[in-house]
Nanobody, 124 residues
Framework: QVQLVESGGGLVQAGGSLRLSCAAS????????MGWFRQAPGKEREFVAA????????YYVDSVKGRFTISRDNAKNTVYLQMNSLKPEDTAVYYC?????????????????WGQGTQVTVSS
């Protein structure tokens, strides 16, 4: 069982930055692929970024490439999402997720555990 707790959300002006953190319980964090998803008001939850067990490979949705960076610190059981050059359309609840398999996973159903989400609001 893995429990995920996100933090770091908030209100920021367009062009600003935020860093989200996702702290995971459990001793086998480094055997889980991790991902970030987001859900904007009135929209379906969508994939944002993914990272493999080891921190070498990452994947992003086109809309955040060059602005967001996913990373992980397995010693701290934490995955991060650094968000720069934020836009109003980035406003959403952001969720981290863990999958008990390796890979750059973009499909929600491939993830086994989810956090409760953290709100990110970008004002224009």
């Amino acid at each position: 069982q893995v429990q995920l707790v996100e933090s770091g959300g908030g209100l920021v002006q367009a062009g600003g930055s935020l860093r989200l953190s996702c702290a995971a319980s459990g001793r086998t964090f480094n055997s889980y692929a991790m991902g970030w998803f987001r859900q904007a008001p009135g929209k379906e939850r969508e994939f944002v970024a993914a990272i493999r067990w080891s921190a070498g490979s990452t994947y992003y949705v086109d809309s955040v490439k060059g602005r967001f960076t996913i990373s992980r610190d397995n010693a701290k059981n934490t995955v991060y999402l650094q968000m720069n050059s934020l836009k109003p359309e980035d406003t959403a609840v952001y969720y981290c997720a863990a999958a008990s398999r390796n890979g750059l996973l973009r499909v929600q159903s491939t993830y086994d555990y989810w956090g409760q989400g953290t709100q990110v609001t970008v004002s224009s």
